[in-house]
């Protein structure tokens, strides 16, 4: 299957092991407590430009905060969103849409319309409100996104079973025996799987950039937790005086979602089942 | 096994596609007045050109009729049971058990993305009760029944890795592996090349012979008929024109007047015993008369039972 290796699926690879590794070994690789305030040191430039000291790589935030310290923390938010977010949106999403697609008739109609009433909402207004009610917190922000993306799943998967639904295959495990459920789950499920994980690594930086716009309108997490998108808010305070403040955490969410996209899209072309068979 | 015992039994099944229109449903019919039975290791060829509903009846046996597609009226008793009345639960217990399918295209019949192993594994864990090991060794029996060498390998195969040819063996060797008493076999050669459809045939006739199966053979190739069957039963438009032993079908063909088309048929058909004739085409007349024939049943039936015909063309 993967004899190739596909560049776009090593790249983002790349990012996605870099992600993990940063995020579990936070506490070892960050060089100062993210939290630790030393205003002596507030607003220091990178160390490698003038007055930098070089006990803070890419400086400190007007608190004295090191930056580097926060950006390689915000990594531990950022996963455990995109992982969480996409993978609740996709039991979510995968159950309606294979139900929607095999059953059609009432069923099909009724979780369609909710998914086309559910994408009229715009979707960060939306998380903003979800958020909003269910209050701040990492829990709040992952179930927001599966709230808000379950729709993404259900739509391509919905889509994806109907087709399968009226191949031979599919109808010939009918004639042996096998329930609805059981078709579903072992002729119709395993056809899905590149797809699946296709669209749960595109949701993945989707999650990144919505956590981020939570953060950066306040609603995320609390401030005792560093994520990028709340140094993004720091950061546009003061983008005139110390530019790097902002610039750094939006190249952070940047390479991770390109490096997400491009695995999703390597993944879609390495797993297609037309190119296999 | 009574080997006079009827395995199949349809009697006046009458099949239409029903479809909402304004409020109204308007049906199409499919299948009129169709009745035909199959016997305990009978081969018996259901033969008909396409649109004659063949495959629909196949469909309707294995209840994989497509969506709006409703049964009448009539009665099919399969294996004993009153079938139509018959409660899923214990269909999907006979289902690929006692009453098997060779679908017509080994090509898209298979799943593409599980190995044979696991697809004929699936089968087997559905219906007898086996562990692991013992399944395997049943696998490779059947595989090896159905001439394929190295059967070790194919069981780890994907279907796109095995050739038609060989696709077909192995639906063939997963209809006949939990031993059942009927087999539907729709159109199976159809898909594949000559030289491969004889060994296919061949191979199935070795093991209808062997284990005594009744098969109900879809076609529309008269030559596989002579060949293969014991008895036919003549399909057009969804109506039976003929049936009866092989024999009878190829001999007195014109001796009623209902065999017309069968007579057609055969005239149709080329002969290696007359090279280089040419092949008469199916009279218009004589399938313009049976389409009257279907319409006017229609009509009386629709009377009947006070139902709304679909616009006719």
């Known amino acids: 299957m993967l004899t190739t290796l596909n560049p776009r699926i090593f790249f983002g690879c790349a990012v996605l092991l870099a992600l993990v590794f940063t995020a579990v070994f936070a506490?070892?690789?960050?060089?100062?407590?993210?939290?630790?305030?030393?205003?002596?040191?507030?607003?220091?430039?990178?160390a490698w430009s003038v007055g930098g000291e070089p006990a803070y790589l890419f400086g400190t935030d007007t608190l004295g905060r090191d930056i580097l310290s926060r950006l390689i923390f915000g990594a531990q938010p950022a996963l455990i969103v995109a992982v969480a977010g996409a993978g609740l949106a996709a039991i979510i999403g995968v159950s309606l849409g294979l139900m929607a697609g095999f059953r059609g008739g009432w069923i099909d109609s009724s979780i369609s319309r909710l998914v086309d009433v559910w994408m009229a909402f715009p979707a960060v207004l939306l998380s903003i409100v979800l958020v909003a009610i269910l209050g701040a917190g990492l829990g709040s922000v992952v179930l927001a996104i599966a709230i808000i993306d379950w729709t993404r799943f259900c739509r391509v998967v919905r889509?994806?079973?109907?087709?399968?639904?009226?191949?031979?295959?599919?109808?010939?495990?009918?004639?042996?025996?096998?329930?609805?459920?059981q078709t579903l789950t072992r002729e119709v499920l395993p056809n899905l799987w590149p797809l699946i994980l296709t669209l749960f690594t595109l949701e993945m930086g989707i999650a990144i950039v919505v956590e981020a716009i939570l953060s950066f309108v306040g609603l995320s997490v609390s401030s005792d937790m560093p994520t990028w998108g709340s140094l993004i808010r720091d950061g546009r305070l003061y983008v005139n005086q110390i530019p790097w403040l902002l610039?750094?955490?939006?190249?952070?969410?940047?390479?991770?979602?390109?490096?997400?996209?491009?695995?999703?899209?390597?993944?879609?072309?390495?797993?297609?089942?037309?190119?296999?068979? | 096994m009574n080997s006079s015992s009827t395995v199949l039994d349809i009697a006046q099944l009458h099949v239409a596609a029903v479809a909402r229109?304004?409020?109204?449903?308007?049906?199409?019919?499919?299948?009129?007045?169709?009745?035909?039975?199959?016997?305990?290791?009978?081969?018996?060829?259901?033969?008909?050109?396409?649109?004659?509903?063949?495959?629909?009846?196949?469909?309707t046996v294995l209840d994989v009729a497509p969506v709006g597609v409703k049964i009448l009226s009539g009665q099919i008793n399969l294996l004993g049971l009153d079938w139509l009345k018959t409660r899923a639960l214990e269909r999907r217990a006979h289902l690929g058990k006692d009453i098997a399918l060779i679908p017509q295209d080994p090509l898209t019949a298979l799943n593409p993305v599980l190995r044979i192993g696991r697809q004929m594994g699936d089968l087997l864990a559905q219906h007898l009760p086996l562990d692991h090991n013992a399944r395997r060794e049943l696998m490779l029996q059947?595989?090896?029944?159905?001439?394929?060498?190295?059967?070790?390998?194919?069981?780890?195969?994907?279907?796109?890795?095995?050739?038609?040819?060989?696709?077909?063996?192995?639906?063939?060797?997963?209809?006949?592996?939990?031993?059942?008493?009927?087999?539907?076999?729709?159109?199976?050669?159809?898909?594949?090349?000559v030289t491969v459809q004889r060994e296919v045939l061949a191979l199935l006739r070795q093991l209808q012979r062997q284990h005594q199966t009744a098969i109900l053979f879809i076609t529309h190739n008269l030559g596989i008929v002579a060949k293969l069957c014991d008895s036919a039963t003549v399909l057009h438009s969804g109506m039976v024109l003929e049936q009866g032993s092989v024999a009878e079908i190829f001999s007195n063909a014109n001796r009623h007047q209902a065999a017309a088309y069968t007579e057609a048929l055969l005239a149709a058909t080329p002969r290696y015993d007359r090279p280089g004739e040419m092949l008469t085409p199916v009279a218009p007349e004589v399938t313009t008369a049976l389409r009257q024939k279907a319409a006017a049943f229609d009509k009386r039936y629709a009377n009947e039972h006070r139902i709304q015909l679909a616009q006719a063309d």
């Not at chain 1, 506490?27 to 002596?40: E, K, R, Y």
């Not at chain 1, 993944?267 to 089942?273: C, K, S, T």
């Not at chain 2, 049906?27 to 063949?54: F, I, N, Y």
């Not at chain 2, 069981?155 to 060989?166: F, R, T």
């Open chain 1, 27 to 46: 506490p070892w690789l960050a060089p100062h407590d993210p939290l630790t305030q030393d205003l002596l040191y507030g607003s220091l430039p990178p």
């Open chain 1, 159 to 181: 889509a994806e079973t109907m087709q399968q639904a009226q191949l031979d295959y599919v109808v010939s495990a009918r004639t042996i025996g096998f329930t609805g459920f």
């Open chain 1, 247 to 277: 610039g750094l955490p939006v190249l952070a969410i940047a390479i991770t979602v390109l490096g997400l996209n491009a695995l999703g899209d390597g993944l879609r072309e390495a797993l297609d089942p037309s190119v296999r068979v």
């Open chain 2, 21 to 59: 229109q304004r409020f109204r449903q308007r049906v199409t019919m499919l299948l009129r007045d169709v009745s035909l039975s199959v016997q305990a290791g009978e081969v018996r060829a259901l033969v008909g050109e396409s649109g004659a509903g063949k495959s629909m009846i196949v469909r």
């Open chain 2, 142 to 193: 059947w595989l090896d029944a159905v001439q394929i060498r190295e059967p070790m390998r194919v069981l780890e195969q994907y279907p796109h890795e095995l050739s038609g040819g060989m696709r077909q063996r192995v639906l063939i060797a997963m209809a006949f592996s939990c031993k059942p008493q009927l087999i539907l076999a729709d159109e199976p050669t159809t898909a594949l090349d």
